[in-house]
């Protein structure tokens, strides 16, 4: 089934991010499915566009996403780096808020109901977090410290039969950063998870 965002009244490609149209389609998808098993948790909001899928999910199946990110941007999204965003910009603070534009989005899908943000650093977060998960999906920083700390934080609270998504998975150095397919390498060399789908660079993983 596709997820239903325009009757939600966003144009979700209005929205700031960097995931594509099938990547959402099957991220919202694996959501739906992983209701069953238990909440979703994403690491790196953004704007909110794999929110708004994982929101819409959680919507339809009687579900909450947990957004966990300090919406400081990555290290690309720092000023002069490849991927800033002068208008996620705040002068005063002089400091990227991504906050804002999240919230907003949220508000305007109606989907703020099913989304429980969580504005710190993904370790910080994570530091007394005790909820079973049926689904984390990753894509908060991407150095390979920050990857990994991240796999190391979550993965450990998601529920038998959860599933695992990681976008931003590259084979090769010349197409993309190599921190999130180590962690995915990392995940299927653990005996722990199967691969159940891939949707450009989305990879979704089972936990077993
Ligand atoms: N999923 C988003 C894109 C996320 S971009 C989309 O669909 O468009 C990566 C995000 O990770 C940024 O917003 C950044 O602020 C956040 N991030 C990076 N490192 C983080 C950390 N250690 N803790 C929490 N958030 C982090
Ligand atoms: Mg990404």
Same mark, same amino acid.
């Given at each position: 089934?596709?997820?239903?965002?325009?009757?939600?009244?966003?144009? $979700?490609? #209005?929205?700031?991010?960097?995931?594509?149209?099938? =990547?959402?389609? @099957? +991220? *919202?998808?694996?959501?739906?499915?992983?209701?069953?098993?238990?909440?979703?948790?994403?690491?790196?909001? %953004?704007?909110?566009?794999?929110?708004? *899928?994982?929101?819409?999910?959680?919507?339809?199946?009687?579900? +909450?996403? *947990?957004?966990?990110?300090?919406?400081?941007?990555? =290290?690309?999204?720092?000023?002069? =780096?490849?991927?800033?965003?002068?208008?996620?910009?705040?002068?005063?603070?002089?400091?990227?808020?991504?906050?804002?534009?999240? !919230?907003?989005?949220?508000?305007?899908?109606?989907?703020?109901? %099913?989304?429980?943000? $969580?504005?710190?650093? #993904?370790?910080? @977060?994570?530091? !007394?977090?005790?909820?079973?998960?049926?689904?984390?999906? $990753?894509?908060?920083?991407?150095?390979?410290?920050?990857?990994?700390?991240? %796999?190391?934080?979550?993965?450990?609270?998601?529920?038998?039969?959860?599933?695992?998504?990681?976008?931003?998975?590259?084979?090769?150095?010349?197409?993309?950063?190599?921190?999130?397919? @180590? $962690? *995915?390498?990392?995940?299927?060399?653990?005996?722990?998870?199967?691969?159940?789908?891939?949707?450009?660079?989305?990879?979704?993983?089972? !936990?077993?």
């Amino acid at each position: 089934m596709p997820c239903p965002l325009a009757p939600l009244g966003i144009d $979700i490609n #209005s929205v700031k991010g960097f995931l594509s149209a099938n =990547e959402g389609e @099957a +991220l *919202y998808r694996a959501a739906a499915q992983a209701s069953t098993v238990g909440p979703v948790l994403e690491v790196g909001s %953004y704007c909110g566009k794999s929110t708004l *899928y994982l929101a819409a999910a959680c919507k339809a199946h009687n579900n +909450l996403v *947990y957004a966990v990110d300090h919406h400081r941007g990555s =290290e690309e999204h720092q000023p002069g =780096e490849l991927f800033h965003d002068p208008s996620l910009f705040d002068s005063d603070a002089q400091q990227v808020d991504s906050f804002k534009h999240f !919230r907003r989005n949220l508000q305007t899908a109606g989907l703020s109901d %099913y989304t429980v943000a $969580i504005v710190a650093s #993904s370790s910080l @977060a994570a530091q !007394r977090w005790q909820t079973p998960l049926g689904m984390l999906f $990753i894509d908060g920083g991407h150095s390979l410290k920050g990857a990994l700390e991240d %796999y190391r934080s979550w993965v450990c609270h998601l529920r038998r039969g959860g599933l695992l998504a990681i976008h931003d998975l590259f084979e090769h150095a010349e197409e993309g950063g190599q921190a999130p397919i @180590a $962690i *995915y390498r990392l995940a299927l060399a653990s005996g722990l998870f199967e691969a159940v789908d891939r949707c450009d660079s989305l990879g979704i993983l089972r !936990r077993l």
